[in-house]
């Protein structure tokens, strides 16, 4: 065999991840993968805890997304309890999520993935970054900080702090929002909304076209789609029913409590991820990329993919434009950003508009439970994907099994095919440099993967290996359990 390229660490995502690229002797790529070096494994120790603490507990998940894990988690306990929240206990949980979709989605065009298109793929990568970034466009870089900011602000003003937060509770929401709150909140929320008008504005005149060609085939899959669409098939991010479309665009609708059915998990033995695949497809799993098979994608472009249609005004607009562009389910790899910035409009729009509901200062925002033994299960969108945990309890209301799919999970197969796309395409002859190496890169980064929230299997089926390098980083020993 020959030569192995390897990217450590792969920059600007949330967690650690490496890419292993297996040469042959001509120099042209064998294999890749894409190897998650971190474990979470908070499925095993939430267990034996009251159920009414894990929507406290799963937030120390991740410092990135704890309002998904909140949400889906405190979903998960309505269930185990038999209850249903009032309206304005959800209506303060989705104010939440689509609060922190702005911040989230704002982090990941501008700093995250925003080098790679403001700067160039390969430019040297010691501009190529965001300091890179606020250098070049002042400006641009004080709004997006103003930005971030506001939206952890208007967290805190609803549930007294941004991260790690203990508002959602089983039943609702513990905190009722007073009206000088909500006009107190109003006018930030006008202004996330006009930068996220700026931002669509900005990306389709000067990012967009410059990489039309970059976005035709870097990464390039066919798969299926997986995405929360309520009854009328409207986009939505914080409840209603999972809806998996195959490659074609023919599709299914479910509720999340029957995921089971409709997905399953596999484990490699070279990495800490579990691998999801549609097994209601009876095609079985295969991450060929030349033929796949019961892979589906979630996240931004999945969900703009299976749903009919977006409830606000501005981004339904924007929806339009780009089905019309990129038709359904568009398929290119690099369109998750567009998908993206559909979706913070979105999420700005919505939050003006549920300031505006009446319900929402309404205090009754939660309803008493009592311990029962019960599975339940919860879902909510997270900005990375379709965010599924799962509980059971004995009759005292402790916890005795758990399972999560974290969003990141479900795009484990499609992250692996991208980059074997890429590699193989990019990589030719034993050439390549750093801006190939960062198109790589880039392959991984349209997916926004949080990993650090993705790795939860302790089941000893998969070993921890300790690989002892010299400072010239040739292996001296490997210890493995
Ligand atoms: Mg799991
Ligand atoms: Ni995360």
């Given at each position: 065999?020959?030569?192995?390229?390897?990217?450590?660490?792969?920059?600007?995502?949330?967690?650690?991840?490496?890419?292993?690229?297996?040469?042959?002797?001509?120099?042209?790529?064998?294999?890749?993968?894409?190897?998650?070096?971190?474990?979470?494994?908070?499925?095993?120790?939430?267990?034996?805890?009251?159920?009414?603490?894990?929507?406290?507990?799963?937030?120390?998940?991740?410092?990135?997304c704890p309002w998904s894990h909140h949400l889906a988690s405190a979903?998960?306990?309505?269930?185990?309890?038999?209850?249903?929240?009032?309206?304005?206990?959800?209506?303060?949980?989705?104010?939440?999520?689509?609060?922190?979709?702005?911040?989230?989605?704002?982090?990941?065009?501008?700093?995250?993935?925003?080098?790679?298109?403001?700067?160039?793929?390969?430019?040297?990568?010691?501009?190529?970054?965001?300091?890179?970034?606020?250098?070049?466009?002042?400006?641009?870089?004080?709004?997006?900080?103003?930005?971030?900011?506001?939206?952890?602000?208007?967290?805190?003003?609803?549930?007294?702090?941004?991260?790690?937060?203990?508002?959602?509770?089983?039943?609702?929401?513990?905190?009722?929002?007073?009206?000088?709150?909500?006009?107190?909140?109003?006018?930030?929320?006008?202004?996330?909304?006009?930068?996220a008008k700026f931002s669509m504005a900005f990306a389709k005149e000067?990012?967009?076209?410059?990489?039309?060609?970059?976005?035709?085939?870097?990464?390039?899959?066919?798969?299926?789609?997986?995405?929360?669409?309520?009854?009328?098939?409207?986009?939505?991010?914080?409840?209603?029913?999972?809806?998996?479309?195959?490659?074609?665009?023919?599709?299914?609708?479910?509720?999340?409590?029957?995921?089971?059915?409709?997905?399953?998990?596999?484990?490699?033995?070279?990495?800490?991820?579990?691998?999801?695949?549609?097994?209601?497809?009876?095609?079985?799993?295969?991450?060929?990329?030349?033929?796949?098979?019961?892979?589906?994608?979630?996240?931004?472009?999945?969900?703009?993919?299976?749903?009919?249609?977006?409830?606000?005004?501005?981004?339904?607009?924007?929806?339009?434009?780009?089905?019309?562009?990129?038709?359904?389910?568009?398929?290119?790899t690099l369109l998750y950003h567009w998908a993206r910035l559909i979706?913070?409009?979105?999420?700005?729009?919505?939050?003006?508009?549920?300031?505006?509901?009446?319900?929402?200062?309404?205090?009754?925002?939660?309803?008493?439970?009592?311990?029962?033994?019960?599975?339940?299960?919860?879902?909510?969108?997270?900005?990375?994907?379709?965010?599924?945990?799962?509980?059971?309890?004995?009759?005292?209301?402790?916890?005795?099994?758990?399972?999560?799919?974290?969003?990141?999970?479900?795009?484990?197969?499609?992250?692996?095919?991208?980059?074997?796309?890429?590699?193989?395409?990019?990589?030719?002859?034993?050439?390549?440099?750093?801006?190939?190496?960062?198109?790589?890169?880039?392959?991984?980064?349209?997916?926004?993967?949080?990993?650090?929230?993705?790795?939860?299997?302790?089941?000893?089926?998969?070993?921890?290996?300790?690989?002892?390098?010299?400072?010239?980083?040739?292996?001296?020993?490997?210890?493995?359990?």
């Amino acid at each position: 065999m020959g030569k192995t390229i390897v990217i450590q660490p792969v920059s600007r995502i949330e967690g650690h991840a490496k890419v292993e690229i297996q040469l042959d002797d001509t120099g042209n790529v064998a294999d890749t993968r894409v190897r998650v070096v971190e474990l979470r494994g908070f499925e095993r120790f939430c267990i034996g805890r009251p159920v009414e603490e894990l929507p406290r507990i799963v937030t120390s998940i991740c410092g990135v997304c704890p309002w998904s894990h909140h949400l889906a988690s405190a979903k998960a306990t309505d269930a185990v309890f038999g209850v249903e929240p009032p309206p304005a206990g959800r209506r303060l949980r989705d104010l939440c999520n689509s609060i922190a979709y702005t911040e989230e989605h704002i982090l990941h065009f501008y700093f995250l993935s925003g080098p790679d298109f403001v700067m160039g793929p390969d430019a040297d990568y010691s501009v190529r970054n965001v300091i890179g970034i606020a250098q070049s466009n002042p400006e641009i870089g004080k709004r997006v900080v103003r930005n971030r900011h506001l939206g952890a602000q208007m967290l805190e003003v609803v549930s007294g702090k941004p991260i790690h937060p203990v508002t959602a509770v089983p039943g609702g929401f513990s905190k009722p929002l007073t009206e000088k709150e909500r006009d107190e909140l109003c006018p930030m929320a006008e202004e996330v909304l006009e930068f996220a008008k700026f931002s669509m504005a900005f990306a389709k005149e000067s990012i967009f076209p410059k990489y039309l060609d970059t976005v035709k085939v870097l990464g390039v899959i066919n798969t299926g789609f997986m995405g929360t669409v309520t009854d009328d098939g409207a986009l939505n991010l914080y409840d209603g029913k999972l809806r998996l479309m195959k490659p074609d665009g023919s599709f299914e609708d479910f509720h999340y409590d029957r995921y089971t059915e409709y997905i399953s998990e596999r484990v490699q033995e070279w990495t800490y991820q579990k691998f999801p695949y549609a097994k209601g497809w009876g095609e079985g799993f295969s991450m060929d990329p030349d033929n796949p098979k019961g892979v589906y994608r979630v996240n931004s472009l999945a969900r703009i993919n299976v749903a009919d249609k977006i409830s606000t005004p501005l981004a339904q607009r924007e929806f339009e434009e780009f089905k019309e562009q990129f038709g359904s389910p568009a398929q290119l790899t690099l369109l998750y950003h567009w998908a993206r910035l559909i979706e913070l409009l979105y999420n700005a729009e919505h939050v003006v508009e549920l300031l505006d509901d009446a319900d929402i200062t309404s205090k009754e925002t939660r309803v008493a439970v009592t311990p029962r033994a019960a599975r339940g299960v919860g879902c909510a969108e997270a900005p990375r994907g379709s965010l599924i945990h799962d509980y059971e309890t004995d009759d005292k209301g402790l916890v005795t099994d758990v399972n999560l799919i974290v969003a990141t999970q479900h795009n484990n197969a499609p992250i692996n095919m991208s980059v074997n796309q890429a590699a193989r395409a990019l990589i030719k002859d034993g050439d390549y440099d750093q801006g190939i190496l960062n198109m790589v890169e880039m392959a991984i980064r349209a997916y926004d993967p949080c990993l650090s929230c993705a790795t939860h299997d302790l089941a000893g089926r998969i070993a921890v290996r300790v690989d002892i390098l010299d400072v010239k980083g040739n292996l001296k020993d490997t210890f493995q359990n």
